[in-house]
């Protein structure tokens, strides 16, 4: 029904950039409709959110750690979620997952749990070398 395949990962080192796409492909509604989110998991630790953005993309959504130097953002026409990262370090490095859900609202309570997204891609691995 939905399939997300994200691109973009690889190795730098801190201090640097990059930018992750990820593409959505809908087979039901429009991707105007979902919920889109970033989430990452480093070795032996739990699946996190990163961001999420709202249907529109007027709306977005970050975690503490790293509001300030991310930005999620996405171009409907084209569907393409992008995530901006900058001023990367260490504690970065993880696999960064792509989901959506139809259910909102996307920047609302709850955005940050898993279990609230029911599509999910398959990674690209991010790792930041001090």
């Known amino acids: 029904q939905v399939q997300l395949a994200e691109s973009g990962g690889g190795s730098v080192q801190a201090g640097g950039s990059l930018r992750l796409s990820c593409l959505p492909r809908v087979s039901k509604f429009s991707v105007y409709n979902y919920c889109l989110a970033w989430f990452r998991q480093a070795p032996a630790k739990e699946r996190e959110a990163v961001a999420a953005i709202s249907t529109a993309g007027s709306r977005t959504v970050y975690v503490d750690s790293v509001q300030g130097r991310f930005t999620i953002s996405r171009d409907n026409p084209n569907k393409v979620l992008y995530l901006q990262m900058d001023s990367l370090k260490p504690e970065d490095t993880a696999v960064y997952y792509c989901?959506?859900?139809?259910?909102?609202?996307?920047?609302?309570?709850?955005?940050?749990?898993?279990?609230?997204?029911?599509?999910w891609g398959q990674g690209t691995q991010v790792t930041v070398s001090s």
């Open positions: 989901a959506a859900d139809l259910q909102g609202p996307c920047t609302g309570a709850g955005w940050a749990e898993v279990s609230r997204y029911s599509y």
